[in-house]
């Protein structure tokens, strides 16, 4: 995922640079561009469920790794994508509970980060496991 904004130089460096990598990797790429309303929607969504403080314009969102700024992405993209290109790939970054879907009561005491709208934390979901292994054994 690409975000971007039309009038900013810095992206359209970082548009080039794509461009390149498009024709050495497997590379997919779903430009935004945040000077359009749902496009910034979206950015804001991505924001609050990834961000402890604010997003800027140039973005990128490959894997699990978020690059923002023209230097942090000319200088960590290419590598990111050569990794992930040799391991067979990345899912798509999570953004969230899908639109148009309805909203469930949340109950009173949980240990999961679903009510801020984030992924289960990979350590969260390893102790549940473990707990789950014990009752078995």
């Given at each position: 995922m690409f975000f971007a904004a039309h009038d900013c130089p810095r992206c359209e460096n970082v548009k080039d640079l794509m461009k390149v990598l498009k024709a050495r990797y497997p590379l997919r790429v779903k430009d935004f561009d945040v000077d359009k309303e749902a496009d910034y929607a979206l950015f804001k969504r991505v924001e609050a469920i990834?961000?402890?403080?604010?997003?800027?314009?140039?973005?990128?969102m490959v894997g699990e790794s978020i690059l923002m700024g023209e230097d942090e992405i000319t200088g960590k993209l290419e590598k990111t994508v050569r990794?992930?290109?040799?391991?067979?790939?990345?899912?798509?970054?999570?953004?969230?509970?899908?639109q148009g879907t309805k909203t469930v009561a949340k109950p009173a005491v949980s240990s999961c980060n679903c009510e801020q709208g984030r992924p289960p934390d990979v350590t969260d979901e390893l102790s549940k496991?473990?707990?789950?292994?014990?009752?078995l054994f």
């Open positions: 990834h961000a402890a403080d604010k997003f800027a314009v140039p973005l990128v990794t992930l290109a040799r391991s067979g790939g990345s899912p798509f970054p999570y953004l969230g509970p899908a496991l473990r707990k789950f292994i014990e009752k």
